[in-house]
């Protein structure tokens, strides 16, 4: 069975940075689609970063430059560096799992429980 177990959320100010893990098990990150969405008050979940398992990466335009994705495939454990993190950054960020390289939400078929993120200005 798939479990996604998210880890590294917190508050920090505007400028500051967050580093967030999901550790995986039943699923090798090595070998599958794996990436980030976040869900913010009022608004659809949506994805903001991916990798594949040849380390190919896709980012939302609304955190290209300042996330950054990656993984260690010994400790099946995926990671977001987040830097100059802003207000609009507050949401819950989920951990994802699929079998399509994408940045669309519904495409993930199994999911994390989620990490929440504040950033104060």
């Known amino acids: 069975q798939v479990q996604l177990v998210e880890s590294g959320g917190g508050s920090v100010q505007a400028g500051g940075a967050l580093r967030l893990s999901c550790a995986a098990s039943?699923?090798?990150?090595?070998?599958?689609?794996i990436g980030w969405c976040r869900q913010a008050p009022g608004k659809e979940r949506e994805g903001i970063a991916s990798?594949?398992?040849?380390?190919?990466?896709l980012y939302a335009d609304s955190v290209k430059g300042r996330f950054t994705i990656s993984k260690d495939n010994a400790k099946n454990t995926l990671y977001l560096e987040m830097n100059s993190l802003q207000p609009e950054d507050t949401a819950m960020y989920y951990c994802?799992?699929?079998?399509?390289?994408?940045?669309?939400?519904?495409?993930?078929?199994?999911w994390g429980q989620g990490t929440q993120v504040t950033v104060s200005s």
């Open positions: 039943g699923y090798a990150v090595s070998s599958v689609y």
């Open positions: 990798i594949d398992r040849f380390g190919t990466t």
């Open positions: 994802a799992a699929g079998y399509i390289f994408t940045l669309r939400s519904p495409d993930y078929n199994y």
